[in-house]
């Protein structure tokens, strides 16, 4: 699979190559009308997970975060500490987090957005390359009880730094086969791979790598079992 061209996937380029990217939840967290029950810092921090993967498809990593908190006062510390969380996991350091909170009105569902503004650091360049998925497709009570399928950023990071993954590309609500189809521009594109290419992966928990051939064993070894070869066909 080839890219047609450099592409951003939900990002936008607000120019001197910075990037801007956000990722929100609703109905997700400690509210009794949540349709999900889970710690709100557990929220925030695939909310945050999302908006940088968006950061590194785009080439760029994260200077500043703003959280955008819906679900009243006591949930700000909350998504803070869950958005450090996920910095910490990623092995990289906490930009400045700012942002506001709506106190003037009580939600009944937890509601939360994360924004990340980035600089572009990263030339994409990508050559003869073959395209991996890896982690598996995961939505809902599976992203908390199935995390050790979940890609792990830390190890993206460490590929993207080291030269292994030349282009990342998140996964999300869509799935596999959609998201293809648009980084192709071919809507009549049909992929194999080893996991369900049509499921929703929820907070992009498989995500689209590029590796060179040169690199393929090296990406095997650094990524392990939860990387499989995506074959694209038209």
Do not use: C
């Not at 400045?96 to 106190?103: D, F, H, L, P, V």
Request: proline share 3%; glycine share 8%.
């Amino acid at each position: 699979m080839q890219l047609k061209k450099p592409v951003m996937r939900n990002a936008i380029d607000i120019g001197n190559d910075f990037i801007v990217t956000t990722d929100n939840s609703g109905g997700i967290g400690e509210k009794p009308a949540d349709v999900l029950n889970v710690p709100d810092r557990v929220t925030a921090y695939f909310a945050a997970r999302v908006a940088l993967l968006e950061q590194w498809a785009s080439s760029a990593e994260p200077v500043a975060i703003l959280i955008h908190n819906f679900s009243g006062g006591d949930s700000w510390e909350r998504y803070a500490v869950g958005v450090t969380d996920l910095f910490y996991a990623a092995g990289i350091d906490v930009p400045k987090i700012s942002g506001s909170t709506e106190t003037n009105m009580e939600l009944m569902q937890s509601a939360m957005a994360v924004t990340m503004i980035g600089k572009r650091i990263r030339n994409l360049a990508l050559g003869n390359v073959i395209w991996f998925t890896y982690g598996v497709p995961l939505v809902g009570d599976e992203v908390l009880n199935r995390a050790e399928e979940i890609a792990s950023l830390r190890l993206i990071k460490e590929a993207m730094d080291s030269g292994i993954v030349q282009q990342i590309w998140p996964i999300g609500s869509h799935g596999i086969l959609e998201e293809v189809r648009r980084i192709t521009e071919n809507m009549a594109a049909q992929v194999k791979t080893e996991v369900d290419a049509i499921k929703s992966a929820g907070p992009s928990t498989v995500v689209l790598v590029a590796i060179s051939e040169a690199k393929e064993r090296s990406a095997r070894q650094h990524f392990g079992v939860l990387l499989n070869e995506l074959q694209i066909s038209e």
